[in-house]
Every structure is written in C-alpha cells, then in structure tokens.
Nanobody, 121 residues
C-alpha cells in the first residue's frame, strides 16, 4: 500500500494550491479519504475528509469555505483544493485513509509521506 501526496509549494497569502494523493496497492473507493496537516511545533490535525459511501465532506472550522476535498475513484486519487490561503495554513500536508471519516491520527489505516505547503509573501 502506498499513498503519494503531491502539489505542495510556496504561495503568497490569498493564493491557491491543489494537492493530490494517489493511492496504489488498495482500492480507495471503499475508504474514507482525508487530509491532515502538521505545522512546526504543533500536533498533526485533521483538515478535511470525504466519506466512501455518499461522498459527504467534513472540514475543520479553520478551513471551511476555503478548502474543498474531492475524490476520483476511477483514478484512485483524491484532492484538496485550497483557496484564499493564509500564513497559518503553512504545514506539511498528509493524505490518509480510514474506514470512516475521523480526526484521530491513530485511527487512520494508511498514510502518505506529506507535501510541504508554505504560505508567505
């Protein structure tokens, strides 16, 4: 099983980025798919999750209205569209999968290695 996150980079405040997570070794269609992030000196936190059954989406309050999670089961890939980025969004972003949407780090089944997002002028 392998999850590969990509799409991170340096962006100015107010800018946008689109992260992708490509899965191999398992069918992501049967899993809830999530994005977490970890800023320096802080704990890893859940950002967004999309369920497997009805593609219901869930977001942490700090990103609601700015981030959008989506999935493409045919490509075994999910995405995080990030708009109106703020300096406090700076973190390493990780993709993960689980049986259902959840925010506890220990409950996730698979993890990607992470991609750095830096929001700075």
């Amino acid at each position: 099983v392998q999850l590969q996150a990509s799409g991170g980079g340096l962006v100015q405040p107010g800018g946008s980025l689109r992260l992708s997570c490509s899965a191999s070794g398992f069918s992501a269609s049967g899993y809830a798919l999530a994005w977490f992030r970890q800023a320096p000196g802080k704990e890893r936190e859940g950002v967004a999750c999309i369920s497997s059954s009805n593609s219901a989406t869930h977001y942490v309050d700090s990103v609601k209205g700015r981030f959008t999670i989506s999935r493409d089961n045919a490509k075994n890939t999910w995405y995080l569209e990030m708009n109106t980025l703020k300096p406090e969004d700076t973190a390493v972003y990780y993709c993960a999968s689980a049986g259902w949407c959840r925010w506890d780090v220990g409950g996730m089944d698979h993890w990607g290695k992470g991609t750095q997002v830096t929001v700075s002028s």
